[in-house]
């Protein structure tokens, strides 16, 4: 068997990482994944967190590593990075299809990031279209849901509660 | 790189989210509703995440070999700098939900600032924590003008809650000497700047809430120099005993 040698190929292999939160999606496509490089026998892979106290990180850390050492590359180096912060823009339009195909609402538009605080009394005026019936008649349980990426909703024409990625 | 005097700075950083945290984790399994008890517990997983950051780079600011973990779990109460209003006991929700608005507006406003300062580690940390701060500051504060605007009985705990909390804020924006010198080296900011847009945006929420800002002019302070009240030791000897009893383990 060949070793992989280019970023490519090893991005390939990344993609079968999935999330163990969201196994619908791989590291690579949610982002957590910032650069892969060849580093002689081996491979540095630079990551960034979803939210700082992820608790899957260590985690998806073990599964790199397992995924790349199987395929022979070796020793493996993995670098954690905070700059820049992650963001579900980041997630592309193919996985958010695959997000709402899996029964999770994908992120209501972009994260927008002002530069001075805004503190608003209103609720977020995104709306999150339902999993399963499509309706966009649905309304916001709770900013926080079962896992730090995602908040609850609940469809007022299906009455499904359902999970939405949080735009962040 | 993070200068070393920029280390009693990040070690306050750290203890306030660490603190709240903690006392935001004790409502697993308590919390009024459901989606509450996961909400509170998800904002302590975001602020002890957030802890970890910015414990990792004290240490490695330090330079003495400390990890996150040596920091969080074998300093006695009188190393800890947080401020003292986020090591009060939870109280009721009404308690902890006006503690972590007044707590959360002042760390969304710090993290902002933080997040455009030279040193690159600090800002990297800030941008991210402000982030997630954004969704602790919506979530508290549809919560105060609720309970404010909801029953006598919410209204009055809220307020309550309120006149007990709200002379532990004045400490927020004090300017310790490892401010300054966090600030010089461009780690930090200096609280006092924070306070004027502070007042505004609490002030207006609190107007929306249909509750009154106490007329105190007393405000408590010490947890910056290490002087705590007598709940910081019950909290570290719950949350530390673990760590202390079995040197090393894992879990």
């Given at each position: 068997m060949r070793a992989p040698s280019s970023s490519a190929e090893l991005l390939e292999i990344l993609e079968e990482v999935k999330d163990p939160e969201v196994p619908v999606l791989s590291v690579v496509e949610l982002g957590i994944v910032r650069d892969v490089e060849r580093d002689g026998a081996g491979a540095l892979v630079t990551v960034t967190p979803t939210y700082s106290g992820c608790p899957a990180m260590r985690e998806i850390e073990t599964e790199i590593r397992r995924a790349l050492v199987s395929r022979g590359v070796d020793p493996v180096e993995i670098r954690t990075v905070y700059a820049p912060a992650w963001t579900t823009d980041w997630i592309s339009d193919t996985a958010r299809a695959k997000l709402e195909a899996y029964g999770i609402a994908p992120p209501s538009g972009r994260a927008t990031v002002s530069a001075t605080a805004v503190i608003r009394l209103e609720r977020r005026a995104a709306r999150a279209r339902c999993p399963r019936c499509g309706s966009e008649n649905t309304t916001l349980t709770s900013e926080f849901g079962s896992t730090a990426c995602k908040s609850l909703r609940v469809c007022r024409a299906c009455a499904e509660p359902f999970e939405e990625f949080k735009t962040i | 790189m993070t200068a070393p005097a920029a280390f009693p700075y990040l070690l306050a950083l750290g203890d306030d989210r660490l603190i709240l945290g903690h006392r935001l984790s004790e409502w697993c399994g308590h919390g009024p509703i459901l989606e509450e008890d996961i909400a509170l517990t998800n904002i302590a997983l975001d602020l002890i995440g957030q802890a970890t950051l910015f414990f990792k780079l004290a240490g490695a600011t330090e330079g003495k070999g400390r990890s996150e973990d040596d920091l969080a779990f074998l300093r006695d109460d009188v190393e800890f700098r947080n401020a003292l209003i986020v090591e009060l006991p939870r109280g009721d929700f009404a308690f902890t939900i006006v503690r972590q608005m007044l707590f959360s507006v002042y760390s969304l406003l710090q993290m902002e600032a933080l997040a455009s300062v030279s040193d690159a580690d600090v800002a990297g940390i800030a941008a991210k924590a402000a982030k997630e701060t954004r969704y602790h500051v919506r979530h508290a504060t549809q919560w105060v003008v609720t309970l404010g605007e909801g029953t006598d009985e919410s209204h009055r705990r809220a307020q309550a809650a309120l006149d007990e909390s709200w002379r532990y804020t004045g400490e927020l924006f004090i300017a310790t000497a490892s401010d300054s010198e966090a600030e010089k080296t461009g780690a930090?900011?200096?609280?006092?700047?924070?306070s004027a847009p502070w007042h505004a945006q609490v002030g207006e929420i609190l107007r929306t809430a249909g509750l009154e800002i106490p007329q105190t002019g007393y405000m408590q302070r010490g947890g910056r120099e290490g002087r705590h009240t007598e709940h910081l030791g019950h909290l570290l000897s719950e949350m530390q005993i673990l760590a202390r009893s079995h040197p090393g383990a894992e879990w």
């Open positions: - | 930090g900011v200096n609280p006092e700047t924070l």
